[in-house]
């Protein structure tokens, strides 16, 4: 079965730039999570949807940063304008949530990003 | 002062050493708690889910202690490829973990 699928796997990058990076979660996944990992900061959560709708946004950093979820086979996280301290490793995660119970979160390979 | 904090290490050790890692919450609050390991420039997977009365498997066995708000990880018997880096998470909600929180993580190296 294919895991979770991200792209570009590697994205080089201006200041300035619209930089858009895309997932594509486990089929039959109902939950679906974006994360920001860096060595100082660790592995952060972005925002997660449940249902393609999003619960919880408080870890996007700025008006720059924008989630969407059109359908329950893919997902976008768009940063506009794009700025060196961007520069990070973004990872897609999903999970099949049930209420109760915890359900293993399943991550893709990332997208390592680097804005010059 | 982060929620989830741990030391980063690297902790070196031979084959077949006993390693113990500690990780310490600051939400009291935090229900749910896991270890995941990441191995360099991959992505983390879970290794295994942190219960109060502890669990073990196989060679690893990991410990939560609320009162004092830690959680361990004991790895016996260390192998090569135990190396990598090993992230402590915690969850604020006992019926929804969605939101979890994860440390820094500790590297490990086993050397032959």
């Known amino acids: 079965d294919a895991g979770v699928i991200q792209s570009p796997r590697h994205e080089v990058t201006e200041m300035g730039q619209e930089v858009t990076l895309r997932c594509k979660p486990i089929?039959?996944?109902?939950?679906l999570f974006w994360y920001r990992q860096t060595m100082m900061r660790g592995l952060e959560l972005l925002i997660y949807f449940n249902n393609n709708v999003p619960i919880d946004d408080s870890g996007m950093p700025e008006d720059r940063f924008s989630a969407k979820m059109p359908n329950a086979s893919f997902s976008t996280l768009k940063i506009q304008p794009s700025e060196p301290r961007d520069s990070a490793v973004y990872f897609c995660a999903s999970s099949l949530q049930a209420t109760g119970s915890y359900n293993e979160q399943f991550f893709g390979p990332g997208t390592r990003l680097t804005v010059l | 002062r982060k929620e989830v904090e741990q030391d980063p290490g690297p902790f070196n050790v031979p084959e077949g050493a006993t390693v113990a890692f500690n990780c310490t919450y600051s939400n009291s609050a935090s229900q749910s708690f896991f270890w995941y390991r990441q191995d360099c420039r991959k992505e983390p997977k879970l290794l295994m889910s942190?219960?109060?009365s502890g669990n073990e498997d196989g060679r690893f066995t990991a410990q939560l202690n609320r009162a004092s708000q830690y959680i361990s990880l004991l790895i016996r018997d260390s192998k090569l490829s135990d190396s990598a880096t090993y992230l402590c998470v915690g969850s604020p909600g006992a019926y929804n973990t969605d939101k979890l929180i994860f440390g820094t993580g500790t590297r490990l190296q086993v050397f032959p």
């Open positions: 089929s039959g996944h109902n939950s």
């Open positions: 942190v219960y109060s």
